[in-house]
């Protein structure tokens, strides 16, 4: 199999439009003002936008209906943190339960091997948290292997239920004391590298060069390109097979227990990673942030951007989060136009308009921002023909589900 | 002993809360199929109604104009997010779902800005009373009896209605019974209306054993009571107020004991347990797949 596959038209401008999208932000960060909301949109949207494309693989890609997200997510922000924080101030971050029970540091480790000053310190760090993040997806992947022996052989709207129940019973585990000496309990986690602590700062810690931003794109990139790899394999024919009908893909020979756990393991795996980049993110872990009002908010984004497509999915968190952070913030303040005060603005009121727009989006665009289609395919459009139902696939989709119920 | 008694009457009383909510939960997934993760928020959206009602009326009023707008409201979100997506697939009508609990507890949040709410205190059933030496509130006592004859009255209707036959029809085929002449959107419309009515009943029963009400409130006992009607054997109205008893007074008990952080996890480790052993739960009928 020598045959080379060569790059489309539309992977390529794809391609090319992220890795603008990148130096765009890597020059902004370092001109203007880093207190903007602009770049906390960015850094939460790539994390959202990895938990997203996770999910979307479950569900959008092999068609298993779970709500387990928040608690993968857990996982790995609890595995990052733990091995990450410094061990000089664990004992103080630990102290209710009188200092730290585990003591060993990723970025410590390596800062014994090269050293903690100037360019070595920062190289230590760098791996320590790569390591870390690594780990964060393993962890949450051995889990959901775990996890998915039992439930994996249930049907949608169960299998939501239990995986959503799973999600629950982690966040209780995380807040037992008993475990204390290991997760702090209830109590927050703090003090291990952030996303900030990638600017590259000088002797005397003024920061000369800024990364905050553009680390998290990075690492969300990175990944969200290795589940595109995985989506055009064979594997991923294999899931898409199932999703469009269990019994005709079995009878292929797609072996429907081991490909549904492997969606089930690689989607939790970047779930991991994200909670690991969102604990970097939020710079403190709490088991209490992880709720399924978290899960139910990552789902939604996968449905506005459009359940099955990779693309959608990017785009719709950066939009969600955008709108909910930042362009829709004025609807909680209370604004005149003139002299005329315009009226019901006030706290929460953003979310309330918020919650109306998806409702919209789930009622009258039920196909999302972009159906199930990617962004390479609107430039390849000529290639396909596309109707006003969407394209071949999608109508085929359809006619299945429907079939389904 | 006194302990003991205290525990369990307060967990039979908790169990009938649920059970008053997987009413709701067991009858619209009988007839749609549909995870109605609305339907907690409906609750707690009830509690929050009457918390505004009370203040400038009396409870007399308050209470049924409360159930009323809750009925109302439980209507209005069938028609409005679940009647248009009635020839969609599945997973949309639950995404649905999803959205309409997301806006609720938004909507609420907005209302009361944050705040916890205080619940106004009811009269006589907020009362202290003692039994075999436990002191407890009368609402505990009255819960069990109340959640009963409810149960009864809706057994009747179901049974001997010509509303209930309609009912029943559709929840055991949706597409014969349309073309036998059942109007379809009327009996989901009535199925909606008694559960709300039934939710808006049990947030009475429910708050007043809980000082405040905040937009959290009814995530919670909405999905404990959906676990409640999984493990009765979603669709069977017997099963759910079973379930919902048994969940009610495990969650109390490990309350009491030092794993009380596992009283949440315990109901979905049930819940999970049932669905690998007996997937249709203890009173559900076995379905087949067609191919």
Redesign the interface.
Known sequence: MTKKKKLDKGSLITIIIAAALLIVTLVLENTINANSLLFTVIRKGAVYSLVAVSMNLLNGFTGL?SLGQAGFMLLGAYTYAILTIPTDIRDTIYYLYQGAGFRFSTVDFFKNIFGAEDTAGFVSMVLGVLIAIIAAGIVAAIFAFLIGL??L??K???L???T???A??L???F???KLGKVTNGANALRGYPTFSDFNITDASGKIVFRLSSTIPLIIAGICIFVIILLINSSYGRAFKAIRDDE?SAEAMGISLEKHKSLSFCISSFFAGIGGALFAMFASTVQAKTF???MT??I??IV?IGG?GSVSGSCIASFLYIACSEWWLRFLDNTQYIGSFKVPLL????R??V???V??II??FF?HGIMGNNEISDIFNRKKKKIDENGTEENKMH?RL??N?? | MEFVVSQILSGVSLGGQYALIAIGYTMVYGILRLINFAHGDLFMIAGIILVYASASLPLFISIPLMILLTVLLGFVIERAAYKPLRSAPRMSVMISAIGVSYLLQNLALYITGGQPKTYPRIPWISETITILGATTHIVTVVTPFLVIALVFALTMLINHTKIGIAMRAVAKDFETSRLMGVKINSVISVTFIIGSFLAAVGSVLYFTNYPTVIPMSGAMPGLKAFVAAVFGGIGSIPGAVIGAFIIGICETLIKGTDYSVFSDAFTFALLIVILVVKPTGIFGEKTTDKV
């Open positions: 209906f039992p439930v052989r249930l949608s709207d169960y939501a239920i239990a959503l129940g799973f629950e019973i966040r209780a585990i807040q037992w004391d019994v709720t399924s009002a139910y908010e789902f939604l449905v359940i006030r706290n929460g009121f979310m309330v918020f919650s109306v998806i409702m789930v009622l039920r359809r589900t429907d389904e119920k």
